[in-house]
Every structure is written in C-alpha cells, then in structure tokens.
C-alpha cells in the first residue's frame, strides 16, 4: 500500500515531524536535531507523498519497499516518520534514548518495526542498500530500496563501492538520497573534503542522477517519479539542503550545530518557527 497526501497536507506532516525531533532530542537532552531536519521534506514526500509501498501493520510483507537511513545519527527523523506511519505509537517518542528504549541513538533494526538496517557507522547503509535492491531482482519483486546519506558521508570510499557494483548490476531499483547540507561532524564539507559537484561524479559511475531543492516538496516528488522510470541503471538524486531548517536562522552563531539538542527555552523558540 502507499500513503498519498496532498501537497498542503504533507507541507503540515513536515512541520508535524520537525516538531518530533525537537521534542524528542530536547527530552533527551542529546541527540541530532538539525542533520535530522535538514532531510525532513525528502522523507516525508517518499512515506507520504505516494512514493514508497509499505504496511506499517505488516512491516516484514516480501516484496515491499525498502527504506534505509544511512546517516543512522540522524534517527530521530527516522522514529517520528515511523511513528506517524503507524509502524508504533508517537507516545514512545520522548523514550528517546532512555535506558530500556528501543528508540536507541541510532537505529536498531532488531528493536524497532520499520527500521530496515542498524544503521549509524557511516558508509555502509548504501551498500545495505545494494544488497537489498538485489535481493528483490533476484526474487523476481517489483520492490525498490531507497537509502539516505550525508553530503560527508559520501566521502567514505565504501560509498563508491557501492555506486560501483549498484551500476554493474543495473540496480534501476536502487535510489541515493544525497542530503547535501554543507555541514559534517567535524566542519563544513567545502573545508574538510569538498566533492561538489556530485552529479557528474554518480553519472561518471553510471547512474542516472539528479540535483534539486531538498526543501521543495513538489520538486522532491517529481525527483521520485523520474527515479520510477529510469530502467537499466541505479539513480542518485542530491537534496541541497540546509542543516537546521527551518529553525536554522536562529542557530546562525553555530550553523553545524552538530549533536546538540536544543534547550528547553531554544525548543520553545523552534515551535513557534517551525508553525
């Protein structure tokens, strides 16, 4: 099954989503707040948008749709979207990171339904991601695997591996999602390893790619359908993104703002933004 919402219905699921993360980070007192905001829109448009087929009731069915989050620090997107999927209760949603709680800091793919990979040693999910595409061609389902990345993350040689065997294999099922926020751990991506522009590099692979406004949810989804209709080839579509948004103004002293949750008082500001 696929969940379809209208445009103006899934512009009000983000902001339901961004209103998660901030509540669950802040609970926590730890956590990734803005490198899980920065890909809200891309993630909501494939649950939402009519992109992905999954069963929330039924999250192992063969053949459906596969999603896997590498950049796992960036969990608690993952949990608010599953939650609002169905998949379990938004109750759980301040047990982030507490002792007992499967909502760990990173996915964990035995604890949790809808969780697809443990995921968070950064590089492997598009490998995770390779598997999974062949697997389901070799089953003979009409399933697709999408895989989220970091603009940092892509400088992990594994990651072209992966682009690597996904194009001898002619993974047309297989879709990178690159979040291009600009910011990784330790730094800006233009200072610690700039690998712009990454379209020509995926194609130089042979992939189909695509680069757009990662905050456009319009655009997001007519970067989905393309991806659908793409035969003989993986397809990698670069979100340019801001880490943060939309509460990103108001981080503007520290605008990685990298694993830090934000105050109670900072949360309260980040409602009133976000809407």
């Known amino acids: 099954m696929t969940v379809r919402l209208s445009l103006p219905d899934l512009l009000a699921k983000a902001k339901v ?45 063969p053949g459906r749709d596969k999603f896997i989050l590498s950049k796992g620090h960036a969990a608690p997107l993952l949990y608010a979207i599953l939650a609002e999927a169905g998949y379990f209760s938004t109750d759980m949603l301040p047990t982030l990171r507490k002792i007992g709680s499967p909502l760990e800091g990173h996915p964990n793919y035995r604890r949790l339904p809808g969780v697809e990979a443990s995921t968070g040693s950064l590089g492997q999910g598009l490998s995770i991601g390779v598997g999974a595409a062949l697997a389901a061609k070799l089953d003979n389902f009409d399933a697709r695997t999408y895989v989220l990345t970091g603009d940092g993350e892509v400088a992990e040689g594994q990651i072209w591996e992966a682009v690597m065997s996904a194009a001898k294999y002619r993974l047309d099922n297989l879709v990178c999602i690159v979040d291009q926020n600009g910011f990784q751990q330790t730094g800006a991506t233009t200072d610690v390893l700039d690998l712009r522009p990454l379209v020509p590099k995926f194609e130089a692979f042979g992939w189909f790619a695509q680069e757009i406004n990662g905050h456009d949810v319009n655009e997001i989804l007519i970067a989905f359908d393309k991806a659908k209709h793409i035969k003989g080839k993986p397809s990698a579509i670069v979100c340019r993104t801001v880490k943060g948004y939309p509460i990103h103004q108001m981080l503007a002293s520290d605008p990685n703002h990298h694993g830090k949750p934000l105050t109670k008082d900072e949360a309260v500001q980040a409602y009133a933004i976000i809407g």
């Open 17 to 61: 989503i961004r209103r998660h993360i901030v509540m669950s980070t802040t609970a926590a007192a730890s956590g990734h707040p803005t490198s899980s905001m920065s890909a809200t829109d891309i993630v909501t448009a494939l649950y939402f948008g009519g992109v992905m087929r999954y069963d929330a009731k039924n999250p192992t069915a």
